[in-house]
């Protein structure tokens, strides 16, 4: 089970940081992710890192802005925003990967899903 936290309201150019823990163990083959839906609009990959080895993957998007990191010993995978825009608000969600898909950015891979939490951003 993943429970996503941290959204709020904030302003242009402002930061949050969004937390995901998990209840079960993360296995090192897993990806940890963050996708984000907009209103009206397709839930869209943000950024994951690899369990095992922590390479990360960010969209482009959100590239120099947004940092995910993970606390292993919590068991928490956590994203940092900064700068944040207009267009970066949606609901976030966290996203485990539990077995090993060849591409951490894509949606249909992921087992287990958080609930979401909003973030929005105002200008």
């Known amino acids: 089970q993943l429970q996503a936290s941290g959204g709020g309201l904030v302003q242009a150019g402002g930061s949050l940081r969004l937390s995901c823990a998990a209840s079960?163990?993360?296995?090192?083959?897993?990806?940890m992710g963050w996708f984000r839906q907009a209103p009206g609009k397709e839930r869209d990959f943000v950024a994951a890192l690899t369990w095992r080895n922590y390479k990360r993957y960010y969209a482009d998007t959100v590239k120099g802005r947004f940092t995910i990191s993970r606390d292993a010993a919590k068991n928490t995978v956590y994203l940092q925003m900064n700068s944040l825009k207009p267009e970066d608000t949606a609901v976030y969600f966290c996203?485990?990967?539990?077995?090993?898909?060849?591409?951490?950015?894509?949606?249909?891979?992921?087992?287990?899903w958080g609930q979401g939490t909003l973030v929005t951003v105002s200008s």
């Open positions: 996203a485990a990967d539990a077995h090993a898909s060849t591409s951490p950015t894509i949606t249909e891979e992921y087992d287990y």
């Open positions: 079960g163990t993360i296995y090192s083959n897993y990806y």
